[in-house]
């Protein structure tokens, strides 16, 4: 299968500070970027919708001045979480969907960054 | 009413016990319904993926779509300890935004 990297896979920092999170994908490229956010034995919550050289799409509550979404090309999206506090402290994960072939399920997802913010 | 609810267990089955897991849902306008299986601090991976109603297999793993009563099932036959995982069922209409369960952590003992 596809194959979405994500750099770091963890990070700790202190609070105030910025960070940011990349997500590849390595043998394909992908036209939509999702980014996730989980916390401990809860599902994945959506954060945001990427496509390749525009604006993202946020969900409602995500503040878009705080999670900076980037998606410059086919196969890198990053994300910051600018002036990081504790109560961000989450396990953020990437998924990246390939061109739909037909009525195939195309969503890839990476590792995970598990962020601490001190 | 969350759009797809999900027991989050956790389930405790025994080594070769077959596992059910379910969810139901409310919007019938989703089309594709997936399994996901996540071990402890990595990302989901796709177990199974269903297009519309009707049953899957691959290998020890069945997958049920009923969508007159708005349910999924996975099943999982001769559970072994490496199946212990969280499971996620997760759907989506023919668009690009997927709705996930809560996820139900399940335990094989040996």
């Known amino acids: 299968g596809a194959v979405v990297s994500q750099h770091p896979s963890w990070v700790i920092c202190k609070s105030g500070t910025s960070v940011k999170i990349e997500c590849r994908s390595l043998?394909?490229?992908?036209?939509?970027m999702f980014w996730y956010r989980q916390f401990p034995k809860q599902s994945l919550m959506l954060m945001a919708t990427s496509n390749e050289g525009s604006k993202a799409t946020y969900e409602q509550g995500v503040e878009k001045d705080k999670f900076l979404i980037n998606h410059a090309s086919l196969t890198l999206s990053t994300l910051t979480v600018t002036s990081a506090h504790p109560e961000d402290s989450s396990f953020y994960i990437c998924?990246?969907?390939?061109?739909?072939?037909?009525?195939?399920?195309?969503?890839?997802f990476g590792p995970g960054t598990r962020l601490l913010v001190l | 009413q969350k759009e797809v609810e999900q027991d989050p267990g956790p389930l405790s089955v025994p080594e070769g016990a077959i596992v059910s897991l379910n969810c139901t849902y409310s919007n019938s306008a989703f089309q594709y319904f997936m399994w996901y299986r996540q071990y402890s601090r990595k990302g989901p991976e796709l177990l199974m993926y269903t297009y519309s109603s009707g049953n899957k297999e691959d290998g020890r793993f069945t997958a049920q779509v009923d969508k007159s009563s708005k349910y999924i099932s996975l099943f999982i036959r001769d559970s072994q300890p490496s199946d212990s995982a969280t499971y996620l069922c997760a759907m989506r209409t023919g668009g690009f935004k997927t709705i996930f369960g809560a996820g139900t952590r399940l335990f094989v003992k040996a």
């Open positions: 998924s990246a969907r390939a061109p739909l072939a037909g009525a195939q399920e195309t969503q890839y």
């Open positions: 043998d394909f490229q992908a036209t939509t």
